[in-house]
């Protein structure tokens, strides 16, 4: 009887034990969600993506650098197909370009086929050697964009900026710190959208200074997640 009962109290020791180093359906499990890193030392190609090249952008110490009077990649990929939520992560330096450029665009995807859906990035200079970060989408039912001229970094400096979008919920972000957000609605970007960097689709706006790298993950990620915020230069 005492041996059964001690066999009994081993055996549930052990499963105890098996449950508790045995993930739950309530564990993390590690992200599956597609993630594409561009790194932007290239001007013939990104991540193997063929480029049109405008003006004369330059590779300087493994970056791109764009003098906002005519240069640009416009990369022939859509880095959102099939994305129903995102995040989106550029790590740049901008210029001082005010006045002459205050309103650079420096990412924008969108297609030919539907110009009502679109994405981009883009900053707006001072006269204070700052700028301020505004980010936008628009689909065929909705647009929003989120800016806010008092949020402002210096020019001159690398810096991370993202922007995330899930369940409607649209955030952008400055050095992994959460800036702005609000609802809109996004729709799919057909497969044949291009990605412009370092101007608008339209050819102006034209972004003054360097880009070293782009992340866009199919999820939309905290923080802490993000792939590309250790990569500043400091």
Sequence with gaps: MIKSIRFFFLSFCILLAIAACSPTNNSMEPSTAKQILWPIDNVASIAGHPTEIMGNPEVIDNAVFFDGDGDRLLVDNNPLEGATEFTIEIVFKPNDAYPDNIEPRFF???SEENPNRRITMELRLNARQQWYLDTYIKSDISKYTLIDETLIHPVGVWAHAAMTYKDRVFTAYVNGVKELSAEVD??????????????RMNKIHWFNGAI???????????????????????
């Design 108 to 110: 924008h995807i969108e």
């Design 186 to 199: 996004f729709l799919p970007i057909p497969s044949s959208a291009k990605t412009s960097i370092g101007a």
């Design 212 to 234: 070293s790298n782009v992340a866009i993950t199919h999820k939309a990620m905290q923080p802490g997640e993000f792939a590309l915020l250790k990569r500043v230069k400091k």
